[in-house]
Structure formats: C-alpha cells, structure tokens
C-alpha cells in the first residue's frame, strides 16, 4: 500500500494570504465609507438640479405669456395648476399674493413658498430654526434676496450640504464638499 502526501496550504502559505486579504480590506474599507458622502451630494445636487429646472420652466413661461424685463413685481404665472407669483425680472419669489413680490425682502416663509411651488413633491422640510425631526431640508433667508436651502445629516442642519437661490439673477449655487 502506497502512503498518500498530504497536500494543502503550508503555515507560511497561509499567513501570506491573510496578510494579503487584510492589506486588500485596508485599501477599499475608506472607499466604501465615503458612500454616504457620495449619496448625500447626489441627493443635495438631485434636489438642487430639480429646482433650478422648475425655477427656469417658470421664468420660461413668465417670457411666453408677453413679459418683459423688468416687468411689474408680482406677475403670476401658472405652473401645473399651482399659482407662483414673480418678481420684477421674472424670477419666482412667492405664492401667497401678488402683493410685495420684490427681489430683495425674502423671509424664511416666502422662501419655503417658492420650494414648494417650484417642485412637485419637493422634500420633506422646515422653514427657519424649527424643528428638524424627520425633515430632509432646513429653508433660510440669507440676507434679503437669497434662499438657502440646507441638506439635513443626523437630525441637524448641515453647514456643509446646501444650495442657495439668489431671486435677482435667477442663479442656483450648490455648495458641497
């Protein structure tokens, strides 16, 4: 009878792959950490490109019904049976009334107006220092004629995840990092 070798991973084999598994798992753990980085900037860029799509349908349509710039503040314009009122260079500043539609004396409420009159199921929000349980976004006036619209991360208002529409120009800036 013939006595078999035995074959398999020899100790220093061994070693050699776990070495290799741990260098492997070292090199791609701080790729896959950065995903919740990487889906909160989708989501904020998502959001941000949505709105500036619905800011530019309705200066589209403020143009298509004969207006002119500067026009008389508080035009209304019709978009999906919702009524936005715009400002004097037709860009949207409210929904409420056509009363004091102006481009510089926005307030955390007419900024809120505009995101859910430009969006169709616009994200879950608050307007101001309210409270941020279950919101996605935290909606701010930032000095008279810009809006801020901030990601929220871990129930709290991000300083870092946010776009801003500035109602003079029309321009949407996002900011992340």
Avoid: H
């Avoid at 710039?69 to 009122?85: H, L």
């Avoid at 009363?99 to 107006?113: H, S």
């Avoid at 871990?154 to 529409?165: I, L, M, W």
Wanted: proline share 4%; aromatic share 8%; hydrophobic share 40%.
């Amino acid at each position: 009878m013939f006595k078999q070798k035995q074959t398999g991973f020899t100790l220093v084999e061994l070693v050699i792959v776990i070495v290799l598994l741990g260098l492997l798992a070292a090199t791609a753990l701080p790729r896959f950490l950065n995903v919740t980085d990487d889906a909160q900037r989708a989501s904020l860029e998502g959001v941000a490109g949505g709105f500036t799509t619905g800011l530019l349908l309705v200066r589209a349509q403020w143009v298509a019904e004969g207006n002119t710039q500067p026009a008389a503040e508080g035009v209304a314009v019709e978009m999906d049976g919702a009524t936005i009122f715009v400002n004097e260079n037709g860009w949207p500043a409210k929904t409420n009334n056509a009363n004091n539609a102006g481009t510089t004396d926005m307030n955390d409420a007419r900024c809120q107006q505009v995101w859910e009159g430009i969006l169709q199921s616009p994200p879950t929000s608050v307007a101001g220092n309210g409270a941020v349980d279950g919101e996605r976004f935290v909606i701010t006036a930032q000095g008279g004629s810009t809006c801020r619209y901030a990601l929220v991360i871990n129930d709290a208002e991000s300083p870092d995840y946010f776009f801003e529409y500035d109602v003079v120009t029309g321009t949407v800036t996002v900011t992340n990092p």
